[in-house]
């Protein structure tokens, strides 16, 4: 039983283009209605420290993973 709402679909595509556009984590999180560790637990995750796309967020390279 998950005690936790996990990021919609819509609220990853709307951080990739809010965080495109220059958005600080905390300006996000309030648009998007989650707490600011959120954002930055969610980037923390999905931005590759090494090779391709390293240091960029991207929702297309995640969704693979997503079933």
């Known amino acids: 039983m998950q005690k936790f709402k996990q990021l919609s679909l819509a609220q990853r595509y709307q951080i990739e283009i809010l965080l495109q556009t220059g958005l600080t984590q905390t300006s996000i999180a309030k648009q998007i ?25 991207s929702f297309v390279s995640i969704s693979t993973y997503i079933t």
Not at 33 to 55: A, D, E, N, Q
């Open 33 to 57: 209605g989650v707490h600011k560790s959120t954002i930055s637990r969610k980037l923390k995750r999905s931005i590759p420290k090494r090779g391709k796309g390293s240091g960029e967020y």
